[in-house]
């Protein structure tokens, strides 16, 4: 049965370029995925590098597609939110962060913030405010454990109405982190005007830091510019031992990455929250 399966995984990767290429019965199937619960999260820890303790988790969408199998974000992001369905999936999305994470605490878990992605199109969505607070309402979930992703450009677009909207999330208690910074041009005063808990800097400039001169140099530089600023900042994409020791001297706070741990299922994710707290 194992060697069926593998032969069938090949069978989708060749037909998914063409299937993928038929955005409108994709769209279709991916409305009808949302309400048969085909979308599933998983979550890849962060940690303090001090402590050495997981302190949050991002919660990244995954597609379990009937015939395709597991698609991810990139496969169907793009066409999620130009067609406007990445409204109803990212209140999906916030709502079983939040009610997974309530889960975690009511399990006696030390309490982590996790972390939900919102694209441009959500933040655009006049109902993304009452989602957020239905969500946190519905689950019991603190407001202080969630964590809205809202990319550098997302926010220097919308620069006008942002910082009125983030002011809301910010007095409901949600946490507001700025998602791979360092690639949108913004200007590090425009950063001081958004009420931001978090920095997260880009995987482009933490990939080549074992052998970029300047990118080590960018890097230290928006470390201690987000630490002057007040906010906590994260390194993601952190891949190598040499990366973390980089980072560690700048006294970068919180990081994430392959090396520390992949998008894991729940389950999985729950297990290892437990093993951390072990002392
Ligand atoms: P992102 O917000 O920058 O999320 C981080 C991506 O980097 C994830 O890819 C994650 O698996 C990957 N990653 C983490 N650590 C490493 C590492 O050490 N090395 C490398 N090479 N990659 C790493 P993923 O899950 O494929 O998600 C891709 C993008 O899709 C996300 O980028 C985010 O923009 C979007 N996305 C994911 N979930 C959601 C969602 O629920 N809603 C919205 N609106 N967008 C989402
Ligand atoms: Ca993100
Ligand atoms: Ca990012
Ligand atoms: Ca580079």
């Known amino acids: 049965a194992k060697s069926a399966g593998r032969d069938s995984f090949k069978v989708y990767e060749q037909t998914r370029p063409e299937r993928s ?11 009808t995925g949302i309400e048969n619960g085909e979308f599933f999260l998983e979550y890849q820890p962060q940690y303090n ?14 597609w379990q597609h009937p015939a395709l199998g597991r698609m991810m974000p990139g496969e169907f992001i ?9 409204v109803p999936l990212g209140r999906w999305v916030t709502r079983e962060a939040c009610r997974q994470n309530k889960e975690w605490q009511e399990s006696g878990l030390m309490p982590i913030t996790v ?26 979930l603190a407001a ?13 677009k919308n620069a006008d109405q942002a910082v009125g909207l983030m002011d809301d999330f910010r007095r409901l208690g949600v946490k507001l982190a700025i998602d791979d910074f360092g690639t949108g041009y913004s200007s590090l005063a425009a950063l001081k005007s958004f009420p931001l808990t978090r920095l997260k800097i880009d995987r482009s ?35 190598t031992a040499k990366q973390q020791a980089f980072l560690a001297s ?3 706070e919180v990081v994430q990455g392959y090396h520390f741990g992949r998008p894991m299922a729940a389950r999985k994710f ?10």
């Open 250 to 252: 700048c006294r970068c």
């Open 144 to 156: 202080t454990y969630l964590e809205l992703e809202l990319t550098e450009s997302l926010l220097i």
């Open 78 to 86: 793009t066409l999620a939110e130009e067609s406007g369905l990445i």
């Open 115 to 140: 972390g939900v992605n919102v694209s441009a199109r959500q933040f655009r969505d006049d109902g993304l405010i009452s989602d957020v607070r239905d969500a946190l309402e519905e689950t019991g």
């Open 21 to 31: 290429v038929n955005k409108l019965t994709l769209l279709e199937e991916m409305r």
């Open 205 to 239: 400039f933490i990939s080549d830091l074992d052998f970029d001169e300047s990118d080590r140099c960018i890097a230290k530089a928006i470390i201690s510019l987000g630490r002057e600023l007040g906010l906590c900042v994260v390194a993601e994409g952190v891949e």
């Open 270 to 279: 729950g297990k290892l929250l437990a093993m951390t707290l072990t002392p």
């Open 49 to 62: 590098l001090v402590s050495g303790r997981i302190v949050g988790a991002e919660a990244l969408v995954r």
